[in-house]
T-cell receptor
């Protein structure tokens, strides 16, 4: 069963911020939220992850709500190369390696 | 450069034939994974291995087999028992298992004729 819920698709204007929501209402206290993206016909690429605090790296920012039931991935200045499928996943416990990816959000950045 | 190498990138086979997909990593990762992806779908876990000489079934293991004789290698065999083998297959590895970042290969696209 998918542990996260994401919109199927969204469009974004080039140069604007893209805000990708993810719902993970059943997340446990020791589970991390991970984001990956997959450009067409390539392997997924890690973007960012977090537990409780907001995180930022050179690719994106991750905002996690205080109750940890949802999060938002922010691409600050979307480019055409950011067009991809974005996956939000919750990592299982350290003894459970069955890491599943749902269908993700197809993000299309338009010029 | 360190990374995961999958081969072949494209593969065609006739019905009833077994085929083996290669996955090699030089990242010194303990855990390795095989996923299947169908058009417009997410990734489904086929098999995973936490350490050498150990592997476990994922969500859709029927019709597939794996081995983990070396830390660097985790080949996947698609057997004739797999009813719908045409798909995109992705191999991944991680240093700490599911709580660590997954590194993916570029995938192998299998088409059954």
């Amino acid at each position: 069963d998918a542990k996260t819920t994401q919109p199927t698709s969204m469009d974004c204007a080039e140069g604007r911020a893209a805000n990708l929501p993810c719902n993970h209402s059943t997340i446990s206290g020791n589970e991390y939220v991970y984001w990956y993206r997959q450009i067409h016909s390539q392997g997924p690429q890690y973007i960012i992850h977090g537990l409780k605090n907001n995180e930022t790296n050179e690719m994106a920012s991750l905002i996690i709500t205080e109750d940890r039931k949802s999060s938002t991935l922010i691409l600050p200045h979307a480019t055409l190369r950011d067009t991809a499928v974005y996956y939000c996943i919750v990592s299982p416990s350290s003894n459970d390696y069955k890491l599943s990816f749902g269908a993700g959000t197809t993000v299309t950045v338009r010029a | 450069d360190g990374g995961i190498t999958q081969s072949p990138k494209y593969l065609f086979r006739k019905e009833g034939q077994n085929v083996t997909l290669s996955c090699e990593q030089n990242l010194n990762h303990d855990a390795m994974y095989w996923y299947r992806q169908d058009p417009g779908q997410g990734l489904r876990l086929i098999y995973y291995s936490q350490i050498v000489n150990d592997f476990q079934k994922g969500d859709i293991a029927e019709g597939y087999s794996v081995s983990r004789e070396k830390k660097e290698s985790f080949p996947l065999t698609v057997t004739s028992a797999q009813k719908n083998p045409t798909a995109f297959y992705l191999c991944a590895s991680s240093i700490q298992g599911p709580t660590g970042e997954l590194f993916f290969g570029e995938g192998s696209r299998l088409t059954v004729l």
